[in-house]
């Protein structure tokens, strides 16, 4: 049976049909809901994410991003801006080391034309 989670919107909880849970949500800004086929795991989203901690729900989520992808990690943050915060922290110090890299290789380059222009052909 489906259920719908609130977290964020008139009145957060678990309802039973969409409908219920739309009238929570409709119009209200920056609303957050989930469907889920389990009432259990409703209840352990709602759960953890009324207590900061999360659940095996939303960290299998998370590891499914990752899986695949040579040295992955994620971590949990107490809130979003604090995790918008890291990610722009570190799409910043990324793009550091990418710029790093363009002007080694732009450097060596220069070089080696630097070494041909010099040769005698």
């Known amino acids: 049976m489906t259920v719908w989670v609130v977290f964020v919107g008139r ?4 309802y039973n049909t969409w409908g219920e849970a739309k009238t929570q949500v409709k119009g209200f800004p920056n609303n957050c809901h989930k469907s ?6 409703a209840e352990n989203d ?8 999360p659940s095996p729900t939303f960290l299998a ?16 943050f107490k809130t979003r801006d604090d995790a918008e915060k ?7 110090s990324s793009n550091q080391v990418v710029q790093n890299e363009n002007e080694n290789f732009l450097n ?11 040769l005698k052909l």
Request: proline share 4%; hydrophobic share 35%.
């Open 11 to 14: 009145r957060p909880g678990i």
């Open 36 to 41: 889920y086929n389990k009432r259990e795991d």
């Open 46 to 53: 709602l759960r953890a994410f009324c207590t900061g901690r």
């Open 61 to 76: 989520e998370a590891k499914k991003q990752v899986d695949g992808f040579p040295n992955n990690s994620f971590r949990a």
């Open 86 to 92: 890291a990610v722009a922290e570190f799409a910043s």
């Open 108 to 118: 060596v380059q220069l070089e080696i034309q630097l070494k041909l222009s010099n």
